[in-house]
Each structure stands twice: as structure tokens, then as C-alpha cells.
């Protein structure tokens, strides 16, 4: 069976709810994040853009599945052929806050689609994540 996850993990050397507090604050991401942004929120159900400024821009559409403290999950797609769950979970560790930043993909098309992309895709969990890690920063300051 094909891994069809994507997984990007980094230490931010800030407190936990300070991340927290810049990942779920979903109007703030189109002034930090240069890869993703909510575009739309309405309750659950929310407009992303993703890969922002690049050939692989897309907009969709897509639901938060969880914001529990420290755990925001959504998901979206068409489930039949390509659908993505994506989580982003936050533990505190010694020297901050440990991001764990994965999605899986379901469908026909999704082990195809991440054979081509999943270079890609982890370029942009990485930016975000990096992104992430200087906004909480700045939140502390």
C-alpha cells in the first residue's frame, strides 16, 4: 500500500498558546502565511486558498473537522476521488511547542496526485510551518 500522508514536523521556541492562539485565528493567515489562506469562514465550513502566488494555486472549499485546544483538523475535497484530512497538532516539549503539521488523502486519484505533487506539498507544510513559527514568535514579544 502507497503512503498517501503527508508529514512535516518543527519545534517552535515559543509557548503553546501562543501558537495556538495564530493558528486558530483564521482571519489573521493572509498576513503571515505565504502559502494558505482562509478565505471564508463560515462556522465549520470555510474557503482556503492554498499555494498562494504559485503555479499550483487552488482555491477549496472545506469544513473544520476539530478545534479542540491544541488539535485543529479539516477536511475537503471530493470524496470519491481525491479528499485530504488535514490536522495540525500542538504539544508542548522542552524548548516549546512541538508542530505536527499531516494530511491524508483518500480516493481514486490520491496516490496518483501525490506522486507528482508530494515534493510540492511538503515545500508548502514546510513554508507554513516556518511561517508559523516567526508569527508565534512575534505574538510573544
Known amino acids: 500500500m502507497q503512503n498517501n500522508e503527508v508529514r512535516t514536523e518543527l519545534v517552535i521556541p515559543a509557548p503553546i498558546d501562543d501558537v495556538w492562539r495564530v493558528l486558530i485565528?483564521?482571519?489573521?493567515?493572509?498576513?503571515?502565511?505565504?502559502?494558505?489562506?482562509y478565505t471564508r469562514v463560515d462556522g465549520v465550513r470555510?474557503?482556503?486558498?492554498?499555494?498562494?502566488?504559485?503555479p499550483f494555486e487552488r482555491d477549496f472549499?472545506?469544513?473544520?473537522?476539530?478545534?479542540?485546544?491544541y488539535v485543529l483538523a479539516s477536511q475537503g475535497g471530493d470524496p470519491e476521488t481525491f479528499f485530504g484530512r488535514h490536522r495540525w497538532e500542538l504539544s508542548e516539549v522542552e524548548s516549546g511547542t512541538r508542530l505536527v503539521n499531516v494530511e491524508s488523502f483518500t480516493g481514486t486519484m490520491?496516490?496518483?496526485?501525490?506522486?507528482?505533487?508530494?515534493?510540492?506539498?511538503?515545500?508548502?507544510?514546510?513554508?507554513?510551518?516556518?511561517?508559523?513559527?516567526?508569527?508565534?514568535?512575534?505574538?510573544?514579544?
Open 110 to 141: 490520491a496516490a496518483d496526485v501525490l506522486a507528482q505533487t508530494r515534493e510540492v506539498l511538503v515545500a508548502e507544510f514546510d513554508a507554513f510551518n516556518q511561517a508559523l513559527l516567526v508569527r508565534a514568535q512575534a505574538e510573544g514579544v
Open 25 to 37: 485565528d483564521y482571519a489573521g493567515y493572509a498576513r503571515w502565511n505565504p502559502v494558505m489562506e
Open 61 to 69: 472549499d472545506g469544513e473544520i473537522t476539530s478545534a479542540e485546544k
Open 46 to 54: 470555510t474557503k482556503v486558498k492554498a499555494a498562494k502566488g504559485t
